[in-house]
DNA sequence: CTCCTGAATGTGCACGGTCACATCCGAGCG
DNA sequence: CGCTCGGATGTGACCGTGCACATTCAGGAG
């Protein structure tokens, strides 16, 4: 084995800090105070360790410092379904706020909606020595399976229902909920749906209990609400069965994709929207005000969601004073899609 | 404001390889071929440390391993537009072949278009001492940003035009936009309007040449392309626009959400889709099936284009054979929104 | 002039793994 | 019975950084 390598100049590995204080005259720990801001630097000396530093392309190692230090500077993120548009909007806002309080953030997907696939994804967040953790999968079995797994660092979920309040960040999904189902009864109807989202997410249930809540409160009878999986496809799926009954005026729907498969399933029928049956959806994705009838839905304000997420994590982490602000109330979009019922 | 926490008993550090050797009776550097699989250990020595580390709940120290080994076994992906379907999609299955492939992945999101959020989004990356990057940000001055910033490690990109192929992985945008005007053409229009993505945007520009091509291919003359942003609102804007000429029978969208926003101004003019107007949007999102009337696109196989990429990149680092594959060719979905023009 | 003080800087070690090399031990063979 | 050989395991150094502590140095007080 020959080890008689002739050192290429610029070959090699990456400069450290050795090199840095090699070729700036100091001593290694000087170019680690300049790096860590540490007051006592005399200005000249800390002027020479940047231009060595910027002269040999010189990159912290973040993998030692974790190392030393145990502090990653990176939150996790535990998510799922991250092509739909909730979630991501509420990545994407995460990112931001956690750039600007200069953290990293390493996301990690639950696949599957077993337990294994959970462990899998915290591993990998855990691997990465997070320091904090985001998760917004609010699946029951996922918030239940992260109290069982007693992980060690501190951590934020978007339960609402949870007694946990001091882990939860959340717009007020019942709320929302009655927000909407009071628009349709104000509007005159009593025989109302509720196209629910799967009974596993901690949001589909509180807006479903939004729902039950606001019908009982005004004294209106209720069906059992649908279950569904926040398709479109679904949301027209169960609009085809709906409309061989045709005994509601109104759909209360969990989700703005549902509403717009619910939508169609109706049109498809040969009814109308508003005339025969009014629809409300939840979110107010962008396209929502495009859909034919335009929707009435439940705004959500993700980027905010996202901002205080971080905010929340930071002051449990101790990084931050922790100023909860209660829940975020969304707001009703009234467009064209509801109307009064039409006897 | 409260800091003065008290050290719970058991809170001490995490165990590492070498409490797990001293319990299992054996030596540190036992333990470490145990978990690298070394294949001279004998199975009853494996059993024992395979014990020890679950009693004691070990976890190996990435950030060690990533010091020594110099391999983080992460891959970066920079991406701009998180919360659109495609990029998010992308993602998403970016992520499930990585996790096949033992790699974490880390996102980096750029914000603002200017060269400065992209260097500071390479430096999140590079500071986590990623070992490739996936770049689902295609517009071309982040291309270009890259080229000058001259990264260490290997990258993928989505750039179909560019000349360096081994880089490249996509899906043949001018192929699906030729399939797309070709099925108007061939439909009967001749007056064909194309609503393009933002100029800067390689996809949109691969989109806009397609068209272009199969256009001048038939000898239809055309119109100059009009700028969009790929929004849902700017679809409606520049519908109201358009339907104040009304010298066209067809548009080509180039996503479907500014599809579904020239629909809505269209139907408010009065007009019908596909009566008076055809429409064909780009993406196949799932919505795109229960639009009003439901929307004739072309489909790209996201997940495919995610896996290919991780596997591009895996050859380009020399971990997997790269077997490069041509790129995916996207699908005409025909559903109602298009039809033969009604002189 | 000496001593004290605090700012500025240097020295050695620790963090938790992996690597190169050394060592131990039992089997096979002349 | 001694020697070789290779499988199984142990030993020490090292990766790049931050921390605790030591050291130097200049300036002001006594």
Same mark, same amino acid.
């Given at each position: 084995?020959?080890?008689?390598?002739?050192?290429?100049?610029?070959?090699?590995?990456?400069?450290?800090?050795?090199?840095?204080?090699?070729?700036?005259?100091?001593?290694?720990?000087?170019?680690?105070?300049?790096?860590?801001?540490?007051?006592?630097?005399?200005?000249?000396?800390?002027?020479?360790?940047?231009?060595?530093?910027?002269?040999?392309?010189?990159?912290?190692?973040?993998?030692?410092?974790?190392?030393?230090?145990?502090?990653?500077?990176?939150?996790?993120?535990?998510?799922?379904?991250?092509?739909?548009?909730?979630?991501?909007?509420?990545?994407?806002?995460?990112?931001?706020?956690?750039?600007?309080?200069?953290?990293?953030?390493?996301?990690?997907?639950?696949?599957?909606?077993?337990?294994?696939?959970?462990?899998?994804?915290?591993?990998?967040?855990?691997?990465?020595?997070?320091?904090?953790?985001?998760?917004?999968?609010?699946?029951?079995?996922?918030?239940?399976?992260?109290?069982?797994?007693?992980?060690?660092?501190?951590?934020?979920?978007?339960?609402?229902?949870?007694?946990?309040?001091?882990?939860?960040?959340?717009?007020?999904?019942?709320?929302?909920?009655?927000?909407?189902?009071?628009?349709?009864?104000?509007?005159?109807?009593?025989?109302?749906?509720?196209?629910?989202?799967?009974?596993?997410?901690?949001?589909?249930? $509180?807006?479903?209990?939004?729902?039950?809540?606001?019908?009982?409160? /005004? !004294? #209106? *009878?209720?069906?059992?609400? %649908?279950? =569904?999986?926040?398709?479109?496809?679904?949301?027209?799926?169960?609009?085809?069965?709906?409309?061989?009954?045709?005994?509601?005026?109104?759909?209360?729907?969990?989700?703005?994709?549902? $509403?717009?498969?619910?939508?169609?399933?109706?049109?498809?029928?040969? /009814? !109308? #929207? *508003?005339?025969?049956?009014? %629809?409300? =959806?939840?979110?107010?994705?962008?396209?929502?005000?495009?859909?034919?009838?335009?929707?009435?839905?439940?705004?959500?304000?993700?980027?905010?969601?996202?901002?205080?997420?971080?905010?929340?994590?930071?002051?449990?982490?101790?990084?931050?004073?922790?100023?909860?602000?209660? *829940?975020?109330?969304?707001?009703?979009?009234?467009?064209?899609?509801?109307?009064?019922?039409?006897?």
């Amino acid at each position: 084995m020959s080890e008689s390598v002739p050192e290429s100049v610029d070959r090699g590995r990456a400069p450290n800090i050795r090199d840095v204080a090699r070729l700036a005259g100091v001593s290694h720990q000087t170019v680690s105070r300049v790096l860590n801001n540490h007051p006592s630097i005399r200005e000249s000396t800390k002027q020479r360790v940047l231009e060595v530093m910027t002269e040999l392309q010189y990159r912290p190692n973040r993998a030692a410092r974790a190392l030393v230090t145990s502090h990653s500077r990176t939150i996790g993120v535990l998510a799922s379904q991250r092509s739909q548009y909730g979630p991501s909007s509420i990545i994407q806002s995460i990112e931001l706020a956690a750039q600007d309080a200069g953290y990293l953030v390493s996301t990690a997907n639950i696949t599957a909606t077993d337990e294994d696939s959970i462990v899998t994804a915290l591993d990998h967040l855990n691997a990465q020595a997070i320091e904090g953790l985001v998760i917004i999968a609010p699946q029951v079995r996922v918030v239940r399976a992260i109290s069982n797994l007693d992980l060690r660092v501190p951590f934020v979920t978007m339960s609402t229902t949870d007694g946990t309040e001091d882990h939860a960040v959340a717009v007020d999904q019942v709320a929302g909920a009655r927000l909407a189902t009071r628009h349709l009864i104000e509007l005159g109807h009593r025989d109302i749906y509720h196209l629910a989202g799967p009974q596993d997410w901690i949001e589909a249930e $509180a807006r479903m209990h939004g729902f039950l809540q606001e019908m009982n409160a /005004q !004294d #209106v *009878p209720t069906t059992a609400p %649908i279950l =569904g999986d926040w398709s479109a496809d679904f949301g027209y799926y169960a609009g085809r069965e709906l409309m061989r009954v045709r005994d509601f005026t109104a759909i209360f729907s969990s989700n703005d994709q549902m $509403a717009l498969g619910l939508i169609h399933a109706i049109r498809d029928a040969g /009814q !109308d #929207v *508003p005339h025969d049956v009014s %629809i409300v =959806g939840f979110d107010d994705i962008p396209e929502a005000a495009h859909f034919w009838p335009p929707l009435t839905t439940v705004r959500q304000d993700f980027p905010e969601l996202g901002r205080r997420c971080v905010a929340q994590l930071l002051g449990t982490m101790g990084k931050a004073p922790s100023g909860y602000a209660g *829940p975020i109330q969304p707001e009703l979009i009234v467009r064209r899609s509801t109307a009064a019922p039409s006897f």
